[in-house]
């Protein structure tokens, strides 16, 4: 059995079917205006960005320049900014800065919690 989008609502504690409204907004038109987005992915620490590096085994913007609706992204972080992100209270910003999609979200504290563990 392979696990869907509702299984990991409820694992992340989300209420059933909370992605439900947003389900029509990667729809293929939206996509095709996003393509490249693997290219404009970053995290923001203390003013420093770290550029996302999109996994070359995977197809994340089709041929014909349609965005995947899933991206595969590692971000090479150096021993510094690793110190950084672990600061308990560090301001760590996720963003977009793609042509026809910009967006910035500063990672709640549990969120940089558990995301630092992954560094150990």
Do not use: C
């Not at 907004?25 to 995290?43: K, P």
């Not at 110190?83 to 969120?111: K, S």
């Amino acid at each position: 059995m392979k696990p869907d989008l509702r299984d990991a609502e409820r694992l992340q504690g989300f209420r059933a079917d909370w992605t439900k409204p947003a389900e029509g907004v990667a729809s293929a038109s939206v996509l095709a205006r996003l393509g490249g987005i693997e290219d404009h992915v970053f995290l923001e620490i203390a003013g420093e960005r770290i550029r996302g590096e999109p996994d070359p085994t995977r197809e994340n913007t089709s041929p014909e320049g349609k965005a995947s609706s899933v991206q595969f992204l590692r971000f090479p972080f150096t021993d510094d900014q690793i110190a950084r992100f672990r600061t308990a209270g560090a301001q760590v910003i996720a963003g977009f800065d793609h042509p026809n999609y910009g967006h910035m979200a500063v990672l709640p504290e549990p969120v940089r919690v558990a995301l630092a563990e992954d560094f150990d």
